[in-house]
C-alpha cells in the first residue's frame, strides 16, 4: 500500500471518528500523521476542525454547568459551586464566565465561613462564661475537649487561652488572703495548681516570681533575726559559765550563717573554758573522794585488800 492511500484510509478513519465524537483519539491521529508530514493540509484542517468542535462542546457544557453553579450558589452551598467551577477552569481557563463566576462564589464562601466562626465563637464564649460563673471547677475539662476536637485551630486555642487566663484570675482572686500570708508551702501548691491550667500564662510566671522574692526575704530576715536573738544568748550563757551550752547556740548560728566571726571565736574560747571547767571538777571530785577513803579505811582497815 502506497502512503497516498494509507493516508486516505487514516482520513476515513479520523472523520468516522469526529462523527463518534471519540475527538481525542481523531485529534491524537491527526498529529501523529503530522508529525511524519508536516503541513499536510487535509490532516491540518481536520486538526483544526476538530480542536474547533471541542472547544464548542466544551462551551456548551460549561453554560450547562454554570446554571447548576448559580443554582447551588442560591442554595449557599458554595463548597460545592467552587468544586465545580474549578472543573470547569481545567477544561477552559481563560473562559471569562466561569472566572467571573468563580471569584463571586469565592467571596461568598469566605463571607459566609468568617459568619460561622463568629458564631461559634459567640456560642462558645456563651458556654464557657456560664461555665466559669457556676462550675468553674469543670472549665478546665471542657477547654481540653474542644482543643482535643478541634486539633490545630488557631481560632479554638486562642479561644481556649481567653478561659485559662480568665480561669487563672479567679483563682488568684479568690486566694487572695493566702497570697498575702507567709504560708509559702501551700502557696507553691497554689502556684503549681494555676501551672496545670497554663504554665506560660503572664500571671501565673509574675506570681511564682514574686512569692519567690518574698520567700528569699522572710527567710533572710529570719535568719538575721535569728543570728541576732542568738548572738544574745551566747553572750549570757558566757556570763553564767554555761559552756557547754554556749557551745551547742554558737554551732546553730555558725549553721546558718557560716562566717560568723563572733560565734566562732566565742565557741574556741567556750571550749578552752569548757575544758578548764571540768578538769577542776574532775580534781575536786577526786580530791573529795580521795579524803571519803581515808576516813574509811581508818574506819574498816579489814574490808581493804593492800597490792
Request: proline share 2%; charged share 40%.
Amino acid at each position: 500500500m502506497n502512503n497516498s492511500a494509507y493516508l486516505t484510509q487514516v482520513e476515513k478513519k479520523v472523520k468516522r471518528l469526529i462523527t463518534d465524537k471519540r475527538y481525542r483519539e481523531a485529534h491524537n491521529l491527526c498529529i501523529s500523521i503530522l508529525d511524519e508530514n508536516p503541513g499536510h493540509k487535509v490532516f491540518e484542517k481536520l486538526k483544526k476542525r476538530i480542536e474547533e468542535t471541542v472547544a464548542g462542546e466544551n462551551e456548551k457544557l460549561i453554560n450547562e454547568k454554570l446554571k447548576t453553579v448559580k443554582a447551588l450558589y442560591k442554595e449557599e452551598k458554595y463548597a460545592e459551586a467552587l468544586k465545580l467551577l474549578k472543573e470547569l477552569l481545567r477544561i477552559n481557563p481563560n473562559n471569562k464566565h466561569s472566572k467571573k463566576e468563580y471569584e463571586r462564589v469565592q467571596k461568598a464562601y469566605v463571607e459566609k465561613v468568617e459568619q460561622q466562626k463568629k458564631e461559634f465563637i459567640s456560642r462558645q464564649t456563651n458556654r464557657f462564661n456560664e461555665i466559669l460563673n457556676k462550675h468553674p471547677d469543670l472549665l478546665l475539662e471542657e477547654l481540653v475537649s474542644l482543643e482535643m476536637n478541634n486539633p490545630g485551630s488557631k481560632l479554638v486555642r486562642d479561644l481556649t487561652d481567653q478561659f485559662r487566663a480568665k480561669l487563672i484570675r479567679k483563682k488568684i482572686n479568690e486566694k487572695g488572703e493566702l497570697l498575702k500570708s507567709k504560708k509559702f508551702d501551700a502557696i507553691e501548691n497554689f502556684i503549681k495548681e494555676l501551672g496545670e491550667i497554663d504554665k506560660k500564662n503572664p500571671l501565673v510566671l509574675k506570681l511564682a516570681e514574686e512569692i519567690a522574692k518574698r520567700r528569699r526575704q522572710t527567710a533572710s530576715a529570719q535568719k538575721s533575726e535569728f543570728v541576732y536573738g542568738g548572738s544574745k544568748h551566747l553572750d549570757t550563757l558566757m556570763k553564767l559559765k554555761k559552756y557547754d551550752k554556749a557551745i551547742q547556740v554558737a554551732k546553730e548560728i555558725l549553721a546558718v550563717n557560716k562566717s560568723n566571726k563572733m560565734a566562732f571565736r566565742t565557741m574556741k574560747k567556750a571550749k578552752r573554758k569548757l575544758y578548764a571547767q571540768t578538769r577542776n571538777l574532775s580534781i575536786k571530785d577526786i580530791n573529795d573522794k580521795r579524803a571519803e577513803l581515808k576516813k574509811e579505811y581508818k574506819a574498816n582497815k579489814e574490808e581493804f585488800v593492800k597490792i
